[in-house]
């Protein structure tokens, strides 16, 4: 057990006196029933602290329906997670950096091999140069003829041999929340809103299943009030942290701080606030940073590892 293993689980015992939580820090996932998140990378974009880049699943009664992200590692930790690629029904890639979407193309190519039923939906943000939109990205990847991965066309041309990939690309003009997936069979909704990043187009994801929420808020600086209403009344909030309180210049223009992390889980009334995109520099200051995260929010606050798991037990407020 590593030591920020063992801060994390400091930090959701101490909260446990203060606050009853209904989301259990499950030993593994899937839990046979209900809805339960886990964490397949909670690193950042430099392979120096060990962990997965971005990527994150939501298990709905036992199946892996949705995924959030495919950084770097992702690839590892969905076979470690034992996921199925034929269950998933979604990905949401937040935005075109490589630590958020460079296993796309492994996870589609593992895919075929066993594609399961049905159709699957991939949403991302639309482009503005120099980052392209999700249909570059895919055209990039998989166009048949041009594709760098053109034996993976199929995924595009809905041939038949694999699942059929609905893409949907949410506009930039598109600044308040947007319906990205919806099934009612399952009581998926999934909605998409753009969040600044600096120059790059970003999406955060809020997953409703039943009645519980899970938002993925991705890179941001978190100057933006709408998404606090995004957030609102959310189970679990997921934010990233991968730099100090003291960040400034182009660093500060792409992330949040700890203590506005804090405040936009506090304003959002969320019940469980995960931090997780972790860098060897905001992970040298762990300890300090999750302070002045809790000095803002007063909740549970966890420190994501990659493969935990958080089951999310129904709670009224
Ligand atoms: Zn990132």
Redesign the pocket.
């Known amino acids: 057990m590593n030591n920020h293993r063992i801060h994390r689980l400091g930090v959701f015992i101490l909260t446990l006196g203060l606050f009853v939580p209904a989301i259990s820090l499950a030993g593994q996932c899937p839990p046979a029933s209900g809805v339960a998140v886990q964490v397949l990378g909670s690193g950042?974009?430099i392979a120096d602290d060990g962990r997965a880049?971005?990527a994150y699943l939501v298990w709905v009664d036992g199946k892996s329906r949705a995924l959030i992200d495919a950084?770097g590692g992702t690839f590892l930790r969905f076979a470690e997670a034992k996921a199925n690629f034929g269950d998933l029904d979604f990905i949401g890639l937040s935005?075109f950096?490589a630590?958020?979407s460079a296993d796309f193309p492994a996870l589609l190519k593992s895919g075929s091999f066993r594609p399961g039923n049905g159709s699957l939906t991939v949403a991302g943000p639309g482009g503005s140069s120099p980052f392209p939109g999700l249909s570059h990205f895919l055209t990039s990847l998989l166009d048949s003829d041009s594709g760098a991965f053109a034996y993976l066309g199929d995924y595009l041309a809905d041939a038949g041999r694999l699942k059929k990939m609905n893409a949907v690309e949410v506009a930039r003009e598109n600044t308040g929340s947007y319906s990205v997936y919806a099934d009612s069979e399952s009581a998926i909704q999934i909605d998409a809103m753009h969040v600044p990043h600096g120059i790059v187009p970003a999406l955060a994801y809020r997953v409703q299943v039943g009645k519980e929420v899970i938002v993925f808020a991705?890179?941001q600086n978190g100057n933006k009030p709408e998404f606090v209403d995004f957030a609102k009344d959310a189970n679990i909030l997921i934010m990233?942290m991968?730099v100090p309180e003291d960040v400034s210049g182009v660093g500060r223009r792409l992330h949040a701080p700890p203590s506005v992390i804090g405040t936009i889980a506090n304003d959002a009334d969320v019940q469980m606030l995960i931090i997780s995109?972790l860098m060897a520099r905001s992970l040298s200051q762990l300890d300090g940073n999750v302070g002045l995260v809790s000095s803002k929010f007063s909740g549970p606050v966890a420190v994501a590892d990659d493969l935990d798991c958080y089951k999310i037990n129904h709670w009224e407020k």
Do not use: A, K, L, N
């Open positions: 950042g974009p880049s971005s950084g935005h950096h630590d958020h991705s890179d990233h991968p995109h």
